[in-house]
């Protein structure tokens, strides 16, 4: 039986590069296939009727034709805009910076749609949330454990005893949490407080409506942000750049703040 020449499916858009005067290459996160390139045709021109519905961080109902090389979109509709992300800089941020960790961390047409319904409530979490930090650590955690990068967070990854309610050391190069003894003369590792290591625990092993009543200080996300950064640069063995986006907001809104105190 040969196969379809035309398929579709639903998509989140995730990143688009420019091709020629008036194409782009579109990378879309899938349920079924995961994620795939393909052509969007005159998508730049100015009367395109498919523009608004392939923009970054929609949700979207896709059909395309099969290609040579690329597939081609040759419709779509609107599911969710996710309006709010694209007017707010912060939430934006977050929604970019999510997007950009699947682009990097999922393989090329292998099917987990776990992950893809994780970053589709993420994205709706993010259009909800005064804050989006609890979304965005969450995200991180269960993404590495979608793509096979789950840390250990209950026992010493060198000697595997459980690990005490005490200041223990962070190692993204041993995968996970190092008891006090066996941090010593371990480089690079990083300390993180009881508060740190409970609250990682407690979004790794929960659903979402246990993660979202977390109360968490500037300080303790900071903290939770940086253990959560180092793993993933680690991992991904480069910048995430959209992190840099968010930490240029932070330092604006900071400097906001001063400057009308």
Not at 26 to 36: E, S, V
Not at 64 to 75: F, Q, S
Not at 162 to 183: D, E, T
Request: hydrophobic letters at 35%.
């Amino acid at each position: 039986m040969s196969t379809p020449r035309t398929y579709q499916t639903e998509a989140i858009i995730i990143k688009k590069t420019k091709l020629g005067e008036a194409d782009r290459i579109l990378t879309l996160y899938t349920p079924h296939l995961g994620k795939i390139q393909a052509v969007a045709k005159g998508v730049r021109r100015p009367k395109s009727k498919m523009a608004g519905h392939l923009e970054l961080l929609t949700h979207s109902l896709v059909s395309l034709a099969h290609g040579r090389n690329l597939d081609t979109i040759t419709g779509s509709q609107t599911i969710n805009s996710f309006l709010p992300l694209k007017s707010d800089l912060k939430s934006g941020a977050c929604a970019l910076y999510a997007t950009e960790l699947v682009n990097h961390f999922a393989a090329d047409s292998i099917k987990n749609s776990p992950l893809f319904h994780l970053l589709l409530n993420t994205l709706h979490r993010l259009c909800q949330a005064a804050d989006g930090e609890v979304a965005l650590r969450y995200f991180e955690l269960h993404l590495l454990d979608h793509v096979g990068y789950r840390p250990q967070l209950h026992r010493c990854v060198s000697c595997s005893q459980p690990l005490k309610p005490a200041v223990n050391s962070f190692c993204s190069s041993s995968g996970g949490i190092l008891c006090a003894g066996c941090s010593r003369g371990r480089y690079p590792t990083y300390p993180l407080s009881i508060a740190a290591q409970e609250v990682l625990r407690l979004l790794q092993d929960n659903d979402y409506d246990a993660a979202s009543r977390l109360d968490i200080g500037p300080a303790l996300a900071g903290e939770l942000e940086q253990a959560m950064r180092q793993y993933i640069r680690y991992f991904s063995e480069r910048e995430i750049k959209s992190a840099r986006w968010l930490d240029a907001l932070r330092k604006q809104t900071e400097q906001a703040t001063l400057r009308q105190r």
